[in-house]
């Protein structure tokens, strides 16, 4: 008997003791391609011993530092790795343990930025539907989806949630991309003016959403139009960049692609690749001295964050991408997957849109191609397919909710940034055996 308190208590998982490479076995020996890394975690792979004696090495030195009373080494080698390749702007790092940790830091900072500028009326944020910015009560706030907000709702933060650039779903015939990326963009104007300016502390947003819309890429412009209302409002921009981060897209920041840099910045999962829950808050200069030139602090903190141990973890994961040519092999073998799964399931009658960036994918499922009607919620098909393909030996992330938090279908896929052309191969085969299997 287990005293485990599991995610699921209906479900009985197998024990993970190993992993190698793009693959996790469990104590029967079983091996399963792992194509979602997780949850967009392990884009080093499994087994990665640059980064595990990195971490020994680490804590053969020291352990932990409480960060009320110092820093230490590797934070600080970690902070200035991060700030020499971060977008233009962006000049200090808060290190943390996880994406939530991180989104939340963002609102508080948010927050109390504004009111050491001597705006406290600036209280109010934006973000967006079918949005995930975390499991904390300010993070879960944040996010739009309406599946995971539910129960919780009496607990929740005001925020207002706008459309988001979901061109599948939401472009018009006729609209160009880019006259439909204008038009997505120009719902957080409408939105700011409707609360007023001068009450509007930010906007935050996934460049390339991941759990809840499935690898959802902005349109042309969109960001671009963002960052300039933004401006314009003076409203400062976050970008969630947890789960799309760090290599995942094709550039070490997804926004890069985009053309434009935030003002706060959060990244996790691929910072710290599985081997040490690490994440980070990263700010502009501007943000950092109104705190710096005003009370002094951010008030604000967790017992372990800039723990030694896991910065030295992120410190290793970053220089192993940085160094090992890891990025632009995203976007190689990313072009490879896209065009495996347009061979495989372009033309498959329930597979409606497929999407993303370098090695982040997405394939929305449906009822009815032509009307891209969905399955009925009651059918169960992402969970089914999550089951079916663990089944066959490979890890997806499928999940429901997709158009409004209840209907919908996607497969979220996140592969180690090593998997080679035969495993894509695999991934394709097993995921193609899993839909036929459910659907």
């Given at each position: 008997m287990s005293h485990i308190f599991p995610r699921h208590s209906k479900l009985d998982p197998p024990v993970?003791?190993?992993?190698?490479?793009?693959?996790?076995?469990?104590?029967?020996?079983?091996?399963?391609?792992?194509?979602?890394?997780?949850?967009a975690v392990s884009c080093l792979g499994h087994g990665d011993k640059a980064v595990t004696e990195a971490i020994k090495a680490q804590l053969d030195r020291l352990a932990f530092a409480h960060t009320g009373f110092f820093t230490s080494e590797p934070a600080e080698a970690l902070a200035d790795l991060l700030i020499a390749n971060a977008p233009a702007g962006l000049d200090r790092v808060?290190?943390?343990s996880g994406g939530s940790e991180a989104t939340e830091a963002a609102i508080k900072l948010a927050r109390q930025y504004w009111v050491e500028k001597g705006?406290?009326?600036?209280?109010?944020?934006?973000?967006?539907?079918?949005?995930?910015?975390?499991?904390?009560?300010?993070?879960?706030?944040?996010?739009g989806n309406e599946w995971r907000r539910a129960q919780f709702g009496p607990l929740l933060l005001d925020v207002s949630h706008i459309a988001p650039c979901y061109e599948?779903?939401?472009?018009?015939?006729?609209?160009?991309?880019?006259?439909?990326?204008?038009?997505?963009?120009?719902?957080l104007e409408d939105e700011i003016l409707r609360l007023g300016p001068e009450t509007v502390m930010a906007f935050m947003a996934e460049p390339v959403v991941g759990a809840t819309a499935g690898a959802l890429a902005p349109a042309p412009g969109y960001f671009r139009r963002i960052r300039?209302?933004?401006?314009?409002?003076?409203?400062?921009?976050?970008?969630?960049?947890?789960?799309?981060?760090?290599?995942?897209?094709?550039?070490?920041?997804?926004?890069?692609?985009?053309?434009?840099?935030?003002?706060?910045?959060?990244?996790?999962?691929?910072?710290?690749?599985?081997?040490?829950?690490?994440g980070a808050m990263l700010c502009t200069a501007e943000i950092y001295d109104t705190l710096a030139n005003g009370s002094g602090f951010f008030q604000h903190g967790h017992t372990y964050i800039g723990h030694p141990a896991a910065a030295a973890a992120g410190l290793a994961v970053v220089t192993a991408l940085l160094d090992r040519g890891l990025v632009p092999r995203v976007?190689?073998?990313?072009?490879?997957?896209?065009?495996?799964?347009?061979?495989?399931?372009?033309?498959?009658?329930?597979?409606?849109?497929?999407?993303?960036r370098g090695l982040f994918r997405g394939i929305e499922?449906?009822?009815?191609?032509?009307?891209?009607e969905p399955f009925d919620p009651t059918r169960g098909v992402a969970g089914r397919i999550k089951k079916a393909a663990f089944e066959a030996g490979l890890i997806c992330y499928p999940m429901a909710g997709t158009i409004d938090g209840r209907r919908g279908d996607h497969i979220l896929l996140a592969p180690p940034f090593i998997i080679e052309d035969g495993q894509?191969?695999?991934?394709?085969?097993?995921?193609?055996q899993a839909i036929g299997a459910v659907i």
């Open positions: 993970a003791v190993a992993g190698e490479g793009c693959y996790l076995i469990d104590a029967s020996g079983k091996r399963y391609l792992d194509g979602s890394g997780g949850a808060y290190l943390v705006a406290p009326e600036r209280a109010k944020l934006i973000a967006r539907k079918q949005s995930y910015h975390g499991n904390t009560i300010g993070a879960l706030s944040a996010g599948y779903r939401l472009r018009q015939g006729g609209e160009s991309l880019e006259a439909y990326g204008l038009r997505a963009a120009q719902a300039e209302i933004c401006d314009r409002y003076g409203v400062l921009l976050i970008l969630d960049e947890v789960m799309c981060g760090m290599g995942r897209t094709g550039s070490l920041f997804a926004c890069e692609q985009d053309g434009i840099a935030p003002d706060i910045a959060c990244i996790a999962k691929g910072l710290g690749a599985g081997y040490q829950p690490v976007r190689e073998q990313g072009a490879k997957l896209a065009e495996r799964l347009r061979d495989r399931f372009g033309q498959h009658p329930h597979v409606g849109d497929i999407r993303g499922l449906v009822q009815d191609r032509a009307t891209k894509l191969d695999e991934l394709t085969d097993k995921l193609d």
